[in-house]
């Protein structure tokens, strides 16, 4: 079945930065596209990024782009989202996330999530 587990979350101070890591399971993860999405405390889920397949095309939201970038390993089946700049507003619960269909925003599974807290 597929797995997804995310993990390198924790506590940071602004400006600071964490690197994410999905470790997928139970699928063809080169076959996917990939996503990152967010959920902070009383908030609806937010899109994050995306990354193709190949790893060759990423899109990021607005309020990430420049200070996030999300990269993939095939070969480890392993997604990633390094993060910097990190700013009290990142706060949030982290999901990695397999694309549906071919929509960048859409996705079927989604793994439990790693938190991830700005504070000084």
């Known amino acids: 079945q597929v797995q997804l587990v995310e993990s390198g979350g924790g506590l940071v101070q602004p400006g600071g930065s964490l690197r994410l890591s999905c470790a997928a399971s139970g699928f063809t993860f080169s076959s996917y596209g990939m996503i990152w999405v967010r959920q902070a405390p009383g908030k609806g889920l937010e899109w994050v990024s995306f990354?193709?397949?190949?790893?060759?095309?990423?899109s990021y939201a607005d309020s990430v782009k420049g200070r996030f970038t999300i990269s993939r390993d095939n070969a480890q089946n392993t997604l990633y989202l390094q993060m910097n700049s990190l700013k009290p507003e990142d706060t949030a619960v982290y999901h990695c996330?397999?694309?549906?269909?071919?929509?960048?925003?859409?996705?079927?599974?989604w793994g439990q999530g790693t938190q991830v807290t700005v504070s000084s």
């Open positions: 996330a397999r694309q549906y269909g071919s929509s960048w925003y859409e996705y079927d599974y």
């Open positions: 990354i193709n397949s190949g790893g060759g095309t990423t």
